[in-house]
C-alpha cells in the first residue's frame, strides 16, 4: 500500500513539474508570435521494435531526469527541459526526453550532467548516436528550442543517445536529420504506444498544440 502511495506521489510531482515547465516554454514561443500557438503533425512510422527489441523501464531513468533538472547556468538558470516518458502508475519510464532550456545548453552538457563528469564525452556521443524524424510544425520554430545548430526549421527531430551502454536511452529533441546516423523507430527500440507516448510528451514539453489530419490550417476557432 505505502508503495503505491508513494507512486501516486511521484506521479503528482511530475504532472506539476511537467506543467510548470510547459508554462514557461508557452512564453517563449508567444515571443514569437503574440498569442498565436504553434501547431504540430506527428510524424508516422509504419516500422515498430517487437517484443525483446522493445526498451523497457529502467530506475535509472529518474536519476537521469532528476539531474538533468537541477542543472543551472552560472547565473542560476535553468539548462534543461526534461521529462520521462513511457511510465505508469506501477512502473518507471523508458526514457526521459531532454530540450534545452536555455542558449548554453549542448548535448555534450547533457551526458555531462547526467553522467556527472567534466571529461569531453564527444567520443560516447558519436558511437551511441541514432537520429529519426518526430513532429512536423506549421509554424517555423525558434531554434533555441531544439539542439543543435541547423538554424529555424519546422522539423522536430528526435536524437537517441546511450551515455551508458547499460543504461536507459536519452530522447534529444534536436533540429537536423543528422543524415550519417538516421535510423528507423524500430531501432531505436519503440513500438507503438512508446513512440505516440514519446510524441506526446515531447509536444508538451515543447508547448506544441497537436493539429489533427483533419483539422483546416486555421486551427481549432
Known sequence: MRGDVNVLKRTERESRRADKVQRRLRKRLKQGVEGEPTY???ERSADFARNSRVILPMRAVCRYRRRLLRERSHDN????YAAEFGGSLHDVGVGVVVAPACDSATIEKVLQCVLKTDKNLDDVQMQRTRVFPLLR????MMSSLLFGDHGVGNNVYCKVLRPEAEGPPLFILYNDDDRNSVCTVSEAGLDACLFSNLQNTAMKLLSLTERQSGDNKRGPM
Not at 538558470?77 to 534543461?80: H, I, L, N, S, T
Open 137 to 140: 510544425t506549421d509554424n517555423t
Open 77 to 80: 538558470r535553468r539548462v534543461f
Open 40 to 42: 504540430a503533425q506527428r
